[in-house]
């Protein structure tokens, strides 16, 4: 029975758009190419529609639709700047900024 659902799953991605306005679009996709071709011709999301061009700054590959999907919804819970830090690849500054802000200290 496991070797039938390995067999089953798919890989989907996380991903961080840039938009024209300078705002930040966050969505997952089993098929990351297509859905950044639909975003550019303004069949992605509402949001896209109104803010092209797009560019895509940040996309990681998950195990299955289910875990981008969690991790859309966590993203989409961050701040700006936790989403610049990530996007950077600044570990240490997303760890920071992931305490709350009397935890925080000087940075």
Not at 22 to 27: I, L
Request: proline share 3%; aromatic share 12%; net charge positive.
């Amino acid at each position: 029975m496991r070797e039938y659902h390995l067999a089953t799953m798919s890989k989907a991605w996380v991903y961080i758009l840039h938009c024209a306005d300078g705002s930040y679009y966050v969505g997952h996709t089993t098929h990351l190419e297509l859905r950044l071709a639909e975003h550019q011709a303004g069949e992605g999301g509402e949001w896209t529609q109104r803010r092209l061009p797009i560019e895509l700054v940040f996309s990681q590959e998950m195990p299955d639709k289910d875990a981008a999907f969690q991790a859309e919804r966590q993203l989409k819970g961050w701040s700006r700047a936790k989403k610049e830090a990530l996007i950077a690849g600044n570990w240490d500054l997303v760890k920071w900024l992931a305490k709350k802000p009397k935890f925080r200290g000087e940075k």
